[in-house]
Every structure is written in C-alpha cells, then in structure tokens.
Nanobody, 121 residues
Framework: QVQLVESGGGLVQAGDSLKLSCAFS????????MGWFRQTPGKEREFVAR???????IYADSVKGRFAVSRDNAKNTAYLQMNSLKPEDTAVYYC???????????????WGQGTQVTVSS
C-alpha cells in the first residue's frame, strides 16, 4: 500500500524558510502526481501546490513566488520549499498522491499524517 510521511515542519519566525519532505513508499513514485495541502483548526483543507509525474507544477495564489514544489524520483521524495514565511502560513501541511493532475482534496487517493508549521510574528 502507498504510504506518505511528511517531515521538516517546525516553529519559525516570519520571513524564515522551511523545506518539507514527503517520503513515498509502497508504489511506483514516478507515475504519481504529488500535491501539498494545508489545514488550520476550523478551516477546510486547502490546496497549496502540486507537481506532476513529468515535473509540471502549479501553486495556489497565496504562495506563488514564495513556495516551490519539487520531486526527486530517484529518492521517492517530494519537497515543498517555503520561503518568506508569514504567520498566515501556519497550518498542518499534508502531502498527497493521485494519478490525476488535480487540486481538490477528494481527487487525491493517498495522504500523509501531516507536519505542523508554525510561523510567529
């Protein structure tokens, strides 16, 4: 079975950077679209970024120019580089996998457990 494990979250100050990792196992990583989402208490999970099996990527407007998604198929790992972090970026960040080049939560088949990112003012 496909399993995803996020890592790299933490507590940082506004303006700092973090790089999240998503380790993939249980399938052929290179054929999957990988997505990143985030969620805060009382809010719906929202799309952040995605990268296709061929490296095509898109971003939510709120993170364009600050975040970058990438993948290393040799390491079965997806990444989310987060720069110029703002307090409003505080959330639990999740990686997800699907066969579709998708942005909706219900279009992703596999999910990690999440990693907390907290950005202080």
């Amino acid at each position: 079975q496909v399993q995803l494990v996020e890592s790299g979250g933490g507590l940082v100050q506004a303006g700092d950077s973090l790089k999240l990792s998503c380790a993939f196992s249980g399938g052929t990583f290179s054929i999957y679209v990988m997505g990143w989402f985030r969620q805060t208490p009382g809010k719906e999970r929202e799309f952040v970024a995605r990268i296709g099996s061929g490296g095509r990527s898109i971003y939510a407007d709120s993170v364009k120019g600050r975040f970058a998604v990438s993948r290393d198929n040799a390491k079965n790992t997806a990444y989310l580089q987060m720069n110029s972090l703002k307090p409003e970026d505080t959330a639990v960040y999740y990686c997800a996998a699907t066969f579709r080049f998708a942005t909706r939560v219900d279009e992703y088949q596999y999910w990690g457990q999440g990693t907390q990112v907290t950005v202080s003012s």
